[in-house]
């Protein structure tokens, strides 16, 4: 069982920027995918961005290189770095892990295994 923890959600205005945070509990998979996601009330959970153990990255089209997701293999964490925020990112982020995996172009319709609890992003305009 792998846990994981989100971190470094708050409030901001729009324009902002922030950082978040995942931290994983050992785990010991050849390869493996992790990912940030996204859900807004009354909204669809939507995936912001993937990486896997082999270094290849995928992220949402609403992105448009706002965002940067990176992870520190030795401290088992993953991050998302977060730039010109605006108020159509205000959402309840997720970290999530999916074991023997690499991120395709439909990474996010894959299972993930593990899921983190949430930081909230709020952005206001």
């Known amino acids: 069982q792998v846990q994981l923890m989100e971190s470094g959600g708050g409030s901001v205005q729009a324009g902002g920027s922030l950082k978040l945070s995942c931290a994983a509990s050992s785990f010991r998979y050849n390869y493996y995918c992790m990912g940030w996601f996204r859900q807004a009330p009354g909204k669809e959970r939507e995936g912001v961005a993937g990486?896997?153990?082999?270094?290849?990255?995928r992220y949402g089209d609403f992105v448009k290189g706002r965002f940067t997701i990176s992870r520190d293999n030795a401290k088992n964490m993953l991050y998302l770095e977060m730039n010109k925020l605006t108020s159509e990112d205000t959402a309840m982020y997720y970290c999530?892990?999916?074991?023997?995996?690499?991120?395709?172009?439909?990474?996010?319709?894959?299972?993930?295994?593990?899921w983190g609890h949430g930081t909230q992003v709020t952005v206001s305009s």
């Open positions: 990486i896997d153990s082999e270094g290849g990255v």
């Open positions: 999530a892990l999916r074991s023997y995996c690499t991120v395709g172009s439909a990474w996010y319709r894959y299972t993930f295994d593990f």
